[in-house]
């Protein structure tokens, strides 16, 4: 079956504007995560959803990103005000969200974002 | 918290020779231990992962890692490396009590010599 999927797979914007990235889930699977990728901090988590529960938004370095999931499947991660320091690759993943912690994470190509 | 630390950045290893990459986590019960493995340009996929029972666990494309409590290490081998293993290699932890987030290592990258 289809895996997750991220869009863009690259952007360029310039510093200071406002980005949205996005990501479709696999099908059926009800946890959601968002992790960043860059050459200083390496793998971070970023944000983490799960059903209809409160996100947890514990990993999102400042104010100027937030996530959303609409209808428990596709999720949006927004950079407002993007600086250079955004630059990185942001990975979504997606689980069957039944067994918590053990659920196996399945990746997605990601989204390389260049702030210039 | 927990932490992982991956101590080799790089490794080269000639095709056809054995591959060890180690691993070590920080956290004081098990937690549920991942390896992934990221190709240039691609996502991360799972390669194998432990939760509880037989120490030694088998994974796709030939991998296999062990499960040393005494020692913190879930080490990652494989007997006969092929150029396609050229890639880097990621272990992670999650906790139940971390909030089902994985935490990554640094990652190693390894290269393989004709």
């Known amino acids: 079956g289809a895996g997750v999927s991220q869009s863009p797979s690259n952007k360029v914007t310039e510093k200071g504007k406002d980005v949205e990235l996005r990501c479709d889930p696999i099908?059926?699977?009800?946890?959601l995560y968002w992790y960043r990728q860059s050459l200083g901090q390496g793998l971070e988590f970023l944000i983490y959803f799960q059903g209809n529960s409160a996100p947890d938004k514990s990993g999102l370095p400042s104010d100027r990103f937030s996530a959303e999931r609409t209808g428990g499947s596709v999720s949006t991660l927004t950079i407002q005000r993007t600086q250079q320091e955004d630059s990185a690759v942001y990975l979504c993943?997606?689980?069957?969200?039944?067994?918590?912690?053990?659920?196996?994470?399945?990746f997605g190509p990601g989204t390389r974002l260049t702030v210039l | 918290a927990q932490s992982v630390t991956q101590p080799d950045i790089h490794i080269t290893v000639s095709e056809g020779a054995s591959l060890e990459l180690r691993c070590n986590y920080s956290?004081?019960?098990?937690?549920?231990l991942f390896w992934y493995v990221q190709s240039p340009g691609q996502g991360l996929q799972l390669l194998l992962k432990?939760?509880?029972?037989?120490?030694l666990v088998q994974g796709i494309k030939g991998f296999e890692a062990e499960f040393k409590r005494s020692q913190s290490s879930f080490n990652l081998r494989k007997p006969s490396v092929h150029w396609s293993d050229a890639a880097e290699y990621f272990c992670?932890?999650?906790?139940?009590?971390?909030?089902?987030?994985?935490?990554f290592g640094g990652g190693t990258r390894v290269l393989v010599k004709p």
């Open positions: 432990y939760f509880s029972g037989d120490t």
């Open positions: 099908s059926g699977h009800t946890a």
């Open positions: 956290y004081g019960a098990t937690p549920y």
């Open positions: 992670a932890v999650v906790t139940e009590d971390g909030g089902n987030k994985l935490t």
């Open positions: 993943a997606s689980s069957l969200g039944e067994r918590g912690a053990s659920d196996t994470q399945y």
